[in-house]
């Protein structure tokens, strides 16, 4: 775990200023992602991952369709002679009992977990620091 130590010494700007380095913008695009869909241009490559990508989520996306469409549309379903049996509806009512409650308890994790996180170390930084300076 990481604390602040507020025992340390103070640098003096001329201190400060020699420990920057000074990047030009040639070795900052190094470190850096390079992505040329989001770049000027590139229209082909831009057209090409948009439809990709939505052809993808049109994957995941039609078989919760082909299940659903029985139970939205009856009367359509039993027309075009689609059946509809007890082990689907077993599914989808398992399916929408555990993503609910997983969203919820997921929901409630992200919000209160940080806010946890940052009490438990700062109790901790505050105990470690009191420590140091009784020592």
């Known amino acids: 775990m990481y604390c602040i130590d507020y025992n340390y010494k103070r640098l ?6 020699e420990m920057k380095q000074n990047l030009s913008r040639e070795e900052a695009k190094k470190s850096l992602v390079y992505d040329p869909y989001f770049e000027k241009g590139n229209y082909g490559s831009k057209i090409f991952q948009t439809l990709v990508a939505i052809l993808s989520w049109f994957g995941v996306l039609i078989p919760f369709l082909w299940i659903l469409f029985p139970f939205v549309f009856p ?3 039993q027309y075009n002679h689609i059946v509809v049996y007890l082990e689907e509806k077993t599914t989808l009512l398992f399916l929408l009992i555990f ?3 997983s969203f ?3 929901t409630i994790l992200y919000i209160l977990l940080p806010f946890g996180i940052t009490i438990v ?3 901790f930084c505050k105990r470690k620091n ?3 300076m009784n020592d």
């Open 12 to 17: 003096k700007s001329s201190e400060r200023s």
């Open 75 to 77: 009367n359509r379903a």
């Open 99 to 101: 993503l609910s409650v």
């Open 121 to 123: 170390l700062n109790t």
């Open 130 to 132: 009191n420590m140091m």
């Open 104 to 106: 919820v308890f997921l």
